[in-house]
T-cell receptor, first 113, second 118 residues
Framework: QKEVEQNSGPLSVPEGAIASLNCTYS??????FFWYRQYSGKSPELIMS????GDKEDGRFTAQLNKASQYVSLLIRDSQPSDSATYLC?????????????FGRGTQLTVWP | DTGVSQNPRHKITKRGQNVTFRCDPI?????LYWYRQTLGQGPEFLTY????????KSRLLSDRFSAERPKGSFSTLEIQRTEQGDSAMYLC????????????????FGPGTRLTVL
């Protein structure tokens, strides 16, 4: 059974701080890693994708991947109240033809003014 | 709006009734996925199509569930003889997978259909 584990939180940070979200996965052969943001009652919205070890930056968001440790993280700099949401980590399945994603349960983030 | 669309957005039904949901993917996307999400959980994979071919089905997809994508465009998900445990958000996602390309296709989600079975 492939597993994706996230620190369930809730995580609460003040406005302007750095929020750090973590995720570990069990399938060593996974190739693609995604972070989705989900507001309450809404569907997941893609924030970041990362495929290679190291850091990937997009605006205030930085994804970090360490395949050896089977670990992926998301940093949100200068956190804003509008960042308050649940963040879902998703990992694909080993293999080039399979498309399903495995999701963690999500980390609920609250950014307070 | 060129995103993934789903209809209806909400469905309330009585136990034992059949329901059908529709998903229209982003145009040019050849892959279409169905997931189910319950409160406090991440989305769980149900099935996916590449063009009109259903390539994989989860064990979560019991015999009461059937999905089709007849012309490789929109898809329908039908649940027969609904049970209270079927109450969930049903999410559709689509992606564009290039032939022979790596498995890095990014999935974009629709707004979901929230099903309540009374």
């Amino acid at each position: 059974q492939k597993e994706v584990e996230q620190n369930s939180g809730p995580l609460s940070v003040p406005e302007g701080a750095i929020a750090s979200l973590n995720c570990t996965y069990s399938d060593r052969g996974s190739q693609s890693f995604f972070w989705y943001r989900q507001y309450s009652g809404k569907s997941p919205e893609l924030i970041m994708s990362i495929y290679s070890n190291g850091d990937k930056e997009d605006g205030r968001f930085t994804a970090q991947l360490n395949k050896a440790s089977q670990y992926v993280s998301l940093l949100i700099r200068d956190s804003q109240p509008s960042d308050s949401a649940t963040y879902l980590c998703a990992v694909n399945e080993r293999g080039s033809t399979l498309g399903r994603l495995y999701f963690g349960r999500g980390t609920q983030l609250t950014v307070w003014p | 709006d060129t995103g993934v669309s789903q209809n209806p957005r909400h469905k309330i039904t009585k136990r034992g009734q059949n329901v059908t949901f529709r998903c229209d993917p982003i145009s040019e996307h050849n892959r279409l996925y169905w997931y189910r999400q319950t409160l406090g959980q991440g989305p769980e994979f149900l099935t996916y199509f590449q063009n009109e071919a259903q390539l994989e089905k989860s064990r979560l997809l019991s015999d009461r569930f059937s999905a089709e994508r007849p012309k490789g465009s929109f898809s329908t998900l039908e649940i027969q003889r609904t049970e209270q445990g079927d109450s969930a958000m049903y999410l559709c996602a689509s992606s564009k997978r290039l032939a022979g390309g790596p498995s890095t296709d990014t999935q974009y989600f629709g707004p979901g259909t929230r099903l309540t079975v009374l």
